[in-house]
Structures are given as C-alpha cells and as structure tokens.
C-alpha cells in the first residue's frame, strides 16, 4: 500500500509539469483553435535559458522565473505577431498546425546545433533535500513543482476571472465574431492569450530545469502529453487542464509500476485515444465547446 | 454539384498536360539508360523523393481531397515497412524473391485493414483536430507495439535482413530506382483515377460540406474509411520497398516522424489536393533537405523548419495554388481542384 501511495505521489508531481504546459496550450487553443505543437520544444528551449542563466551566471533557478517568465511572455507576442497574427484568422487551422510544426522543426533543432546533443540537468545544492514520514519520500523540488503548477493556475484563473483583459479572452473563446462586434480588438485578445501561454511554457520550463534531466529532442513528446492532458482536462478550463496532467501523470506512474516502463506511451495514448472517443469533452470541460470545433 | 463530367472541356488543356505527364515518366523510366543511377549520387537522390512522394500522395488523397488531416502515416509508413521485413525474416510466404511482389502487396494489405479498424471508430466519432490527434495516438501505440514486440519483431533492436538475403542476389541502386519509380507511378495512377471518379466528388464534397455531402445521399463514413485506407495502403507499399533499401528497419526510423512531417510538408509546399502538387513540393523539399546537408551540414532540419514557415506565411495554398493565380498556363494543372 505504501508503494502504491508513493507511485501515486510521484505520478502528481511528473502530472503537474503536464499540467502547466496544459493549460498553456488550453489557452492558446480555446481563443484561437491553433494547436500549438511546439509547446513541448519551446518548454525545452525555457528550461536551457534557465540552465545557462544557472550555470554561467549562477542565479538560482526559482530566482530565474522572475527573468524566464516575462522573456517567455515577450517571446510569445513576438511568435504570435511574426507567425500566427495572419494564420489564426484563416478558416483552414492546417496553417496555423504547419507554422507550429515548422517552429518546432526550427527551434529543436537549431538547440541541437548549438547546444549539442547532451542531456542537461541542474546541479542544484538542495536537489536531495526530501520530505519522509509514513515510509513515502519526495523530494522539495518535486513539491515546490507542483506548488508551481498549482499557483501559475491560479493567477491564470484570477487573471482570467477578475481582470477586463481577461474577461475579452473568455469572450473571444466563447465566440470569436460577437467579440469583434462588441468592439474588442481580437488580435490583442489572441495575442495576449498566446503570450500567456508561452508564459506558462517558461513555468514549465524552470519546472523541468529543476526536476529533470532534458535534451533537445524532449518537446515532440512533451507536447503530445500536455495534448492529452488537455483533451482529459477539458478545454477551456485552467484548472481542468491542470487536473488533466495530475491524472495522466499518475496513469504513467501506475503504468510504470505496475506493467512495464516500455508501455507507458501505449498507456498513455490509449487513454488519450479513449477520452477522446467517448468523453470528447474531457472530464472537466463541457460539452458545447466540443460542438464547435 | 455536377455529376456528368463537362466533355466539351476534354480538350487541349488535357492533352498538354497527358504529353507533360507522359514525357516525365518516360524520361524518369528511361534514366538508368544515360544516368548511372546506382553510382550517381542522384539515383538515392531520387528513390528517396519518390518513397516520400509516394506516402505524400497518400496523405493528399485522405487530407487534401476528403479534408481529414490523418497524422499518423509514419505509423503505417512503418506498418508496411515491418509488414515485409517479419513476413520476410520468418519466411511466411515461401516466395523469398527479391522485391518479392506478394510481400508488397501484403505489406498494402496490412495497413489498409489496420486503417479501416481504426477508422470504424476514429472516423465515426471524431472530426477535424479531433480525428488528427486520434490518428497521432493510434501511431504512437503502433509504434510502441513493434517497439515491446520481443523476439517476434526484434524489439528496438528491429530485423537485420541482411542475413536471410535470398540467393544470388546484388544489391543494386538501379533495381530500387525503378521499383520505386514503378510504385509511385501507381500511387498517382491510383489516386489520380479515384478522385477523377464519382468517388472523387463524394470525397471533395465531403471536404466542402459533411452535412450537405449526407444529405446529398453519400454515405460519409465509407468514403472516409475508403480514402483512409488507401491512405494507408499507400503509405505501407512505400515502406515495404524502403525496407529492401534499409535491410534494418528499426522502430526507431521507420516509425520516424521524418515520414509524417516531410510528405505533409511536400503536400502542402506544392498543393493540397492536385495531382502534381505532391511530386512538385517532394522534388523540392528534398531539393533543400539534400543540398542544405550537403553545404550547411546538420543544418538542413532548421532550414525545413524555416521553408515550412515561410511557405505558410507566404503561400497557404502551395505552388500549385500560385499557378492559379497565373493567368493562362498551370491553370490545368490542378486537377481536382474545385471548380468555381
């Protein structure tokens, strides 16, 4: 029983990178309806930023989300006015799915020229500090991920609920048209959306800096996972997203565990598979948004 | 909608563009004669464009004329591509040649039954992002399937077919040229004959508008299923005969993702559903893959990255779209293309 308490412990953790790389995409995809597949890559690319901002100037890696968050904000209007302005009004959302796959192309392997072909990981001093009790170990950079995840939901949500700026993001997500009528400018509303997105891919990327070892090629997969927790999560849903990549997490802990390592991938897209046919709106979300689509 | 095709436009247009196609295939048959293909670093050059061209035009029938965007044709790129090398290890068939027509046929076979199970449910249930993200799980399991598949199908470590080669048989560049050029030949042939169909139109009227398409009396579901699973054969039939040039497949690269993202790329580089846009944006794209190794090595994969961009920016609608635009010639050349 202890066993199965840790595997489920350690799957939350692993979950809540997912998690916060879902409700990036969520974002990006309930305004626009562009997948944003090169999430994982660009997570990958915040998570060396944050390594080289430790190893050659030394600031440690929670200091680093002061830097890495407002770059990736940055970074994110600057993807959006270069690359999606014109794509994300386009009927035809293959576009806007090529220009995503053409960035991750880019990005991935660009890192690859430049940064060589060698996982990285963070050689942080309290790395081994842990919490123990009842016979279950974690670690403090595990829970201080998940205290991540949890609090980059919530300020996404109180932006979302309690700001104007917010408020026309919801709007535009509901119902692209009627916003413009209202006289809101949608091409701020979605730009401000994907820059929040890749804001939390910058979360994500310190997160993965600081917990796990990562190369270059990392993203493709990472992307697909964040995918599929949003489509468990429901889109459309900060907190949905977030629970979605808990769940997936512990599934591929469970997996891991119970069966064999080399099947958490079939596990994992089973599921995602699954969800898809019968619960198209994901455990959370509703059902209308799925209409649309 | 039409549905007796207009003869009074069978004319000219046509013509020149069966001379086109017919000077093409004769040139591209006849190479090996004046262009020794299997020293010539242009013979690998273009058996590779010919098995992307191949998987390309596949994904051009299911996306560019039925509208579904399928991502997971590297998995029946890889089918196929194991389909040959296990029936061939452990020497299923008897048959035993090389290019072994049987094992061919089969590894189209496998894929297309593979895709008509999956797409009962897939394409009954899901549309648009959604049936794109089913495919890309349902390739990832079968990726993972052959990956954990142990002795039977030789795990990561994948088929050394180099051992069970049959007898007296030289491996030679020139055979591999012209069986691919023969199975790309077929694939257009193949595709250019449904979509100029009655098949054809249910499949671009389904594209247009589902719901109008099944009021009109089409039975959606099936010619999703069928272009699916042509898809699919398509995709497989290119993998078996990349497989005789590999003699290794491993999970690892023939379920690359190389082989869903290039042929997409050429599809849309030269033009969703026409006939000649995949060869146009496969010669391409290739073009910039092998030169971009060959002067900025190791940097080609960026430079894909960066033509993918620009060419979304800058063209949507591919090569053969800007031919539309153009006044008089290249007008004809996108068969298929919707009429206004």
Known sequence: MTSFIQVVINGIMLGSMYGIAAAGLSLIFGTMRVIYLAQGTTIVFFAFVTYWLFVKAGIDPYLCLLIVVPLAFLVGLFLFYTFFRKAAALEDKNVSLLIAVGLMYLIENAMLKVWSANPRGLDIPYADATIAGWGLRVAWVRVALLGLAVLSAFVVYLFLKRTRLGTAVRAAAEDMEATTLQGINSTWVCAISFAVGIGLAGVAGVGMATVYSFDYQFGFTFAIKALIALSLGGIGNVFGALAGGLILGVIENLTAYYISISWIEAASYGVFILVLIFLPQGLFGRREIVKKV | MKLIPDFSRVGRRKLIWAIVAAVVVVFFATLPFYYDVSEGEF???????FIYGIVAQGWNLVAGYTGQISLGQNAFFGLGAFTTALLWFWDITHTGYWFDPVLMVLSMVAPAIVAILVGLPLLSRLRGDYFSFGTLGIGMIISVIFLNGGRITGGSEGKL??????????FNLQTHYWVSFAVAVFATAVVYFLTTSRVGLALKAIREDEVSAASHGINVLKYKIMSFAVAAAL????GSVYCYYLLHPMPMNVFNMNFLFLPLVMVVLGGTGTIVGPWIGALIVYLIAWYGDKFF?????????????LVMLLMPSGLAGLGEKLPHWGAGGSVGRRSK
């Open chain 2, 43 to 49: 013979g690998i050059f273009f058996f590779t464009v």
């Open chain 2, 161 to 170: 077919l180099i051992k069970v080669m049959p007898e007296g048989v030289e």
């Open chain 2, 235 to 238: 995709a497989g039939i290119a």
């Open chain 2, 297 to 309: 090595s190791g940097w080609h994969p960026v430079i894909l990255g960066v033509v993918m961009i």
